[in-house]
């Protein structure tokens, strides 16, 4: 399939370890805060989601950290596997609308 | 359950030519999105339908983008004539109404000659 991204920030992480993929978000107003994972050739994926009234959120072994004061969303992967190479968007409602505005991504190898 | 289907998977047109996309949504999604996904960039949102009325099209380069969802089920997305920068994967997704989780199709992958 095709490629997603070619010239996207990319993070290489060791198998096993763990990952942070950081977004930064510019509207003080969004409440509502997705992960998306896209695997070439393949549309996105949800992962996991945050709403403005938390600062943290864990799913299987993915974990979503939001800092509102600094409009930052970081997402944390345990224990990476190589089913976890994709590149990873970050999306907010757009001030608290129902539109989502997806950040430009970043690309996850991970390395045997 | 079937995910978002989309057709074509690949379209490779020349510059002026006219193009169409399907989406077919997970069965009993009202809400409809079109999003244009340009090479090492997010998607973007084109349009939203709600059912088979339009919620939002303010992205949407109305001189030669075009879409319909008449039925409220299907929908089609039209490029009359494409041009050089049109060139990007189009992606389909559903969801159950406007606040819910969307799920994406694979997308159609457009390049523009």
């Known amino acids: 399939g095709e490629s997603v991204g070619l010239h996207l920030p990319t993070l290489s992480v060791q198998e096993g370890d763990n990952s942070i993929i950081n977004c930064a978000y510019s509207?003080?107003?969004?409440?509502?805060f997705i992960w998306y994972k896209q695997e070439s050739g393949k549309g996105p994926q949800f992962i996991i989601d945050i709403r403005s009234n938390m600062d943290k959120r864990q799913g299987q072994r993915v974990t979503v950290l939001l800092n509102k004061t600094v409009k930052h969303l970081s997402l944390q992967i345990a224990a990476t596997q190589p089913g976890d190479s994709a590149v990873y968007f970050c999306a907010d409602n757009e001030g608290g609308t129902y539109k989502y505005i997806f950040g430009t991504g970043t690309r996850l190898k991970v390395l045997a | 359950e079937a995910g978002v289907a989309q057709s074509p998977r690949y379209k490779i047109i020349e510059k002026r030519q006219s193009v169409a996309f399907w989406c077919n949504p997970i069965?009993?999604?009202?809400?409809l999105y079109w999003y244009q996904q340009i090479l090492g960039q997010g998607p973007k949102l084109l349009i939203q339908f709600q059912n088979n009325g339009v919620v939002d099209d303010s992205q949407l380069p109305k001189d030669r983008f075009s879409a319909e969802r008449l039925k409220g089920v299907d929908s089609t997305l039209k490029i009359q004539p494409a041009k050089l920068e049109d060139s990007a994967v189009y992606l389909c997704a559903s969801s159950l109404g406007t606040n819910n989780e969307q799920f994406f199709g694979p997308g159609t992958r457009l390049t523009v000659l």
């Open positions: 069965s009993g999604h009202a809400t």
């Open positions: 509207n003080s107003a969004s409440d509502y």
